[in-house]
């Protein structure tokens, strides 16, 4: 063989090389940090953020229990008083969460008399109303879900 044609195929087994190192970092950075989604900001997605609004209305009156619509736990409740409600899968909670994505301190339902609350206790997955994250103390209206890892809650009348 030419020196030429060895230089070619030097360069070529170089340039896949690359390639496959390239394409391993993109893997290990997307699962690493995540994948980028943008969220344009559409009628569509303002409609669907009126929606537990819409629902809430339906629901009336003061809410009496808290109860778990969707997950691992689903159909268990919790009476409502004036004592603030712990979920998570520690011991202390209120509701021991069976699901994998929730800390053992995840979230905690209190009220001020009025108003019920939700707040996230600094877990890992985080507590969110609709596709937005709770960081503060949020108030939450009857009917709206809440979702805890793959659990979903709301209070209920």
Do not use: C
Not at 129 to 137: A, D, E, K
């Amino acid at each position: 063989m030419s020196s030429l044609t060895l230089l070619a195929i030097k360069l070529g087994y170089l340039a896949v090389l690359w390639l496959f190192v390239l394409s391993s970092v993109s893997v290990i950075r997307t699962d690493i940090f995540g994948a980028r989604t943008t969220s344009p900001k559409s009628k569509k997605a303002k409609s669907a953020k009126t929606k537990p609004l819409k629902k809430s209305k339906r629901l009336r009156g003061k809410p009496k229990q808290l109860i778990i619509i969707d997950g691992p736990n689903q159909g268990q409740s919790v009476p409502l008083g004036t004592e603030p409600i712990l979920l998570g899968r520690g011991t202390d909670a209120a509701i021991r969460l069976n699901d994998d994505y929730v800390s053992t301190r995840h979230t905690r339902f209190a009220t001020n008399g009025e108003q019920w609350f939700v707040e996230d206790l600094g877990s890992t997955n985080g507590t969110y109303i609709g596709n937005q994250r709770v960081s503060n103390p949020v108030p939450i209206a009857v009917g709206v879900p809440v979702r805890l890892g793959k659990t979903i809650v709301e209070l209920r009348p």
